[in-house]
């Protein structure tokens, strides 16, 4: 899997809903209602997760979530990244 | 609720299995075979700390989970800090 150059990150990016790129990796920040949402939406994340063999790092405090993707073989952002991130974004669709 | 004193946390944090007082919070790192166990474990601890009205805050990276627990309303560590320390490490011996 191959590193994505800043360039292709931006580009991708783009079609995401409220991500953003720094030091290395995509991220976003979510707020829900109570921390029984924030955290049922952690185990449907955690299942796709598991699904694409591509994990996130990510804080929970309460109602709010931090999720940070990378790929650590790669050093960078990949298209794996992109996928975990999409499949988030289209939870939150669902909500 | 009130703020435990440095001494009391140091007394009760001695109880405990494997936490450290800092930043006015406790601390713990668990390390889980996969990510699986990780969040298995984490849902668990969802559970608990909604019964008993009081959340971590908490990063989970792969098979690692980092737990933090403080009673911001009362600016420190308190006895509901305590108890739900001590639900997590009872949590984990029956792994």
Redesign the interface.
């Known amino acids: 899997m191959m590193k994505l150059s800043k360039k292709e990150i931006q580009e991708k990016i783009a079609n995401l809903s409220d991500w953003t790129y720094n030091e290395n990796a995509i991220h976003t920040k979510i707020e829900f209602e109570n ?2 949402e924030a ?1 049922s939406f ?2 449907r994340v ?1 299942f796709e ?2 699904a694409q063999a591509h ?8 109602n709010q979530v931090e999720v940070s993707l990378a790929t650590h073989d790669a050093g960078g952002v990949t298209q794996k990244d992109f996928q975990l991130a999409k499949t988030i974004d289209q939870l939150l669709g669902e909500e």
Chains 1, 2 share one sequence.
Do not use: D
Not at 55 to 62: A, Q
């Open positions: 921390f029984k955290f952690m185990t955690a997760a598991e994990h996130p790092e990510w804080t929970n405090v309460y």
